[in-house]
């Protein structure tokens, strides 16, 4: 540096001065001066600055003040803490245009300071700027950021203040690149509340002031511990900055730099997740070497103030120590040689010949080879000398390495145990036969094979110096028993046997609520019968499903340790086996099993191929056995059926193939089969749009004698949809759809077999405008439908006043009830339900719900208002689609689609009135489908099963489905 007598001649013409260097850190430290003292209680004398005094320059431009601007001291007021931010910020550009500056220039928002000494004497060349605080109410304590946006050297700043009390420029050297403080800031203020600060550089480098804050405050004290600085890797470390303080305020913020790069609070390793923390979760250092760990702490005032500690994590040296000898008569000479390896360096090598502990005694040589990797002992008196060597690494991490040296004849030792195995608790008695040229002096014992001897917690301390002890092995294992004998030389010699003491295996015992159901079927399982001969169960471990792996997820998981579960629920059908393992408090174990039947959905695939419309398919059991007719689409389209041979149709197998029983499009809007008498009938829709009844000639033949296709209605141009065909009065009678007129249409054969020309008594039992998804029911003895009013958005029943309702008066007007309005009620169904008329339907948010009525007619609309109407599955993301209601197994049903996810599904409710939305337990019956299905109405097997058809849209099959 040069002498600084050079930098302040141009700055002296003026200014005020005296300059002044530092080694504080933060406070401002005054330069010494001849005839002046320091200005503020922390300013100090520092050598090597001496000054020039003179008085303030007259302004470039009238001020708004006189000139001098320094007023008498006694003018000054008391002052606080409440100027904002604003009035304390100054840019690097905003230097006071009203004051002379030399070498500096607006680079943005910054000020460029362009020093020049290449001449070598060229005093005039540095570069300097006044900058002017308006401060009102500044606490007499200030501190100052200085943000540089080019770092000038520290050395070559210098800060100074127009002190109002001398008429002076007081010179400082900040002793910090980027902050300093103003202990007693009095003096520095005048009457109108203004601070001006005089920025200089020296030298030639180039520096950009960004910024210039002035804070009323203290800067906080940061302050940095740690519960280890050192240690071995990897090193665990927890640091603690919670003593650090702010004298005026309080901190609002930490920040971490755990790998000393500078970077605080980086988002790719702990420090981030420390933020704020004073208190950071441990910190791991896996790799070896010095380490520096900082927080920064700020305040509420944006001060700030770091602290800093070394943290060094080691890796241990690793040693071996080789000899050329390890055993011979007295005296032995024995080299030693040290291996030693470090990630760093070996700094230290100590040794201890005679094994005694204390390393680099100097009475037996060992401290002439300490700092060596070599050395040579004597060894003259015979004995067991346990040599070491010890080494130390560059950062304080030691190794030992042992060697035995044997000088002279050592005893010997035989040991024997009787007997070496058997349960527990095993009885051993220990017999030693013990040999030396003195005298054998001591027995030691280690019966668990711990390597340590005459322990008191087993009972060896208690066989200390008996050379034949009995013990007893209440543990199973192997356990290596030792003794160890000594001679009146302190010479040792030992000898082991192996004890095995084996552990009787535990019972599991498996006991199960129910062991066979239908699904959902919920069962509970009992392991506590468990025992264990000789010991107690400890633990439980679960395999629910069967697969050999206990406790993966779930309720296995959550399950063990338990002996008991309560309410594990099996869903689908099938045998399943549940393990149980019982473990002991050795860890033998055993496993008991237990097998649960639940049955469920057996979905066999009746027909496949293209164009095979199964949403027109309709069931009935044909003499006890299920059978469906449906129809077929496409170029070949037609009317089908088929036949299960057995009582089930559990598979393909037992149907019969399908045969056509009527040609041509036909069946647009389903079908209905039926068995009158001998002969198997189906009602439908022509594809001229009459009403229809095929039926075969009573032995399966559909083109027998008295077979045919009979027209039951031609009347309307679109008549037949949704026929619903029952025996009623002891005749076949069809309700339907004349969709043309909107009218509900009802027709009664008068023959019990339904001949030609047996059905002219066709009734209209409601006139509408349009009207869809008819379906008729016996209720009670008597006709009754349910319908779809498409004109008013109301779902509609109607029932009959006779058993036979073959007379327009059956079907009085007053009886026809609206069970809900404003409903999109497609695919209803109607069914009695515990006596009582119910309906399912599908609602305009494609939910699925089910109404009651509160009587056994249902012949007024108050009855439905009265029962319930309530959704059976209304899911926020699902739509359901072509749903069946039926009354079976004791309760009401639904088979029914679900749009959304492609499942066929089935729901049984839990109690026969089906009123409580609750109570209604979905079962997923075909969950690959593709886009949607339709089931035909339910039948109740011969065997007592729910049975029903669908037509699977993605693959086009007709299938079948019965709940086993």
Request: charged share 15%; net charge negative.
């Amino acid at each position: 540096m040069r002498p600084v007598q050079c930098l302040l001649v141009l700055f002296a013409a003026l200014l005020l001065g005296s300059c002044g260097a530092s080694s504080d850190g933060s406070v401002l430290t005054r330069a010494q001066q001849p005839g002046a003292s320091a200005s503020g209680s922390t300013a100090q004398q520092a050598p090597g600055a001496p000054g020039l005094a003179r008085s303030l320059p007259a302004l470039p431009v009238q001020p708004p003040v006189p000139a001098t601007m320094l007023p008498l001291p006694g003018s000054l007021r008391p002052r606080s803490l409440s100027f904002t931010v604003q009035e304390g910020w100054r840019d690097g550009a905003q230097f006071d245009p009203l004051w002379p500056n030399s070498r500096v220039v607006a680079g943005g928002v910054d000020g460029v300071f362009s020093p020049d000494y290449s001449s070598g004497e060229a005093l005039s060349e540095l570069a300097f700027a006044i900058y002017s605080f308006q401060l009102p109410d500044a606490d007499a304590q200030l501190s100052a950021n200085m943000l540089w946006t080019l770092t000038p050297l520290i050395s070559d700043v210098y800060i100074g203040l127009a002190n109002f009390d001398s008429n002076r420029w007081d010179w400082f050297r900040p002793g910090a690149f980027d902050s300093f403080e103003i202990a007693d800031s009095a003096p520095y203020l005048n009457a109108q509340d203004e601070l001006y600060v005089a920025m200089t550089v020296d030298g030639s480098q180039v520096a950009s002031l960004r910024a210039l804050q002035f804070i009323a405050t203290a800067a906080p004290e940061a302050v940095l511990e740690s519960d280890v600085t050192s240690g071995l890797v990897p090193l665990a470390v927890n640091f603690d900055a919670s003593d650090s303080s702010d004298p005026d305020g309080s901190i609002v913020s930490f920040e971490w730099d755990f790998d000393g790069d500078g970077n605080f609070s980086e988002s790719d390793n702990a420090e981030d997740l420390a933020l704020n923390n004073p208190t950071p979760a441990v910190v791991i250092y896996s790799d070896p070497g010095v380490n520096y760990a900082s927080v920064r702490v700020t305040d509420n005032q944006g001060a700030a103030k770091e602290a800093e500690l070394q943290i060094v994590a080691n890796d241990a040296p690793q040693v071996s120590l080789q000899a050329d000898v390890t055993e011979g008569e007295a005296p032995l000479a024995v080299a030693f040689t040290a291996n030693a390896s470090d990630s760093g360096s070996i700094d230290i090598y100590e040794w201890d010949f005679d094994g005694d502990g204390t390393f680099n005694e100097s009475d037996n040589g060992e401290d002439i080879a300490f700092g060596f990797d070599t050395a040579i002992a004597s060894y003259s008196v015979n004995g067991s000398y346990n040599a070491a060597v010890r080494v130390t690494d560059n950062f304080a991490a030691t190794a030992t390495a042992n060697l035995l040296i044997v000088v002279g004849t050592m005893p010997t030792v035989e040991l024997s145990a009787n007997p070496q195995s058997g349960p527990k608790p095993l009885e051993v008695d220990f017999s030693t036969m013990a040999a030396d040229n003195g005298s054998i002096t001591d027995y030691e014992w280690d019966f668990d094979g711990d390597g340590n001897f005459s322990e008191l917690d087993n009972g060896e301390l208690g066989q200390h110096g008996v050379a034949n002890p009995t013990i007893t092995y209440s543990g199973s294992g192997a356990f290596n028993a030792t003794v160890r004998v000594t001679d009146d030389e302190n010479n040792t010699a030992t000898d082991s046997v192996t004890i095995d003491v084996s552990n009787a295996a535990p019972t599991a015992d498996l006991q199960a609520s129910v062991t066979q159901g239908e699904a959902p079927l919920l069962v509970d399982f009992d392991a506590s019968a468990s025992s264990d001969p000789d010991g107690s169960i400890a633990d439980y471990e679960w395999d629910l499903d069967g697969d050999g792996n206990y406790g993966e997820t779930g309720e296995e998981l959550d399950s063990q340790g338990q002996a008991t579960i309560t309410g594990y629920t099996f869903t689908e059908g099938g045998t399943f086996t549940v393990y149980v393992r019982a473990i002991d408090d050795e860890g033998a174990s055993d496993v008991a099993t237990v097998d649960i039947t639940v049955t469920a959905w057996n979905v066999v695939n009746l027909v496949s191929g293209s164009n095979v419309d199964g949403t027109n398919s309709s069931m009935a059991l044909i003499n006890g056995n299920p059978a469906v007719a449906w129809r077929r689409s496409g170029p070949t389209a037609n009317l089908r059926y088929m036949r299960s041979t057995t009582a089930t149709g559990a598979s393909a197998t037992d149907w019969s193939s399908s045969v056509a029983i009527v040609s041509g499009s036909v069946a647009l809007y389903g079908t209905s089969l039926l068995q009158v008498g001998t002969r198997v009938c189906v009602a439908y829709q022509y594809s001229d749009g009459s009403l229809r009844m095929v039926r075969d000639d009573g032995s399966g033949n559909w083109g027998g004698p008295g077979s045919g296709n009979i027209t039951v209605d031609n009347s309307a141009a679109d008549t037949g949809r949704w026929p619903s065909m029952k025996i009623i009065g002891g005749t076949p009678t069809i309700g339907y759809t004349d969709f043309t007129n909107g009218n509900i249409m009802y027709v009664k054969s008068s023959a019990a077999d339904g001949a030609s020309g047996s059905w002219g008594n066709k009734i209209t039992i409601f006139d509408g405008t349009i009207v869809s998804y008819t379906d008729m029911q016996l209720v009670n003895g008597n006709p009754a439908f349910t319908f779809y009013d498409n004109s008013n958005q109301i779902l509609r029943y109607l029932r009959s006043t006779t058993a036979n309702g073959d007379n327009a008066a059956d079907w009085p007007a007053g009886n026809l009830c609206s069970v809900a309005t404003a409903v999109v009620a497609s695919h209803c169904g109607l069914t009695t339900a515990n006596g009582n008329p119910a309906i399912g339907y599908i609602d305009a948010n494609a939910d699925l719900r089910f109404a009651r009525c509160s009587t056994s007619t249902g012949g007024n609309t108050a009855d439905w208002t009265a029962g319930t109407n309530v959704p059976v599955a209304a899911l926020p993301t699902t739509s359901y689609d072509h749903s069946k209601v039926s009354f079976v197994l004791g309760a009401p049903a639904f088979a029914y689609s679900d749009t959304t996810n492609n499942d066929q599904l089935f729901t049984l409710a839990s109690n026969p009135d089906g009123d409580l939305s609750a109570s209604w337990n979905e079962e997923t019956v075909d969950g690959t489908m593709g886009q949607m299905a339709e089931p035909s109405n339910m039948i109740v097997l011969s065997t007592g099963q729910v049975a029903f058809c669908y037509h699977n849209i993605d693959t086009d099959d007709l299938m079948y489905a019965f709940r086993e």
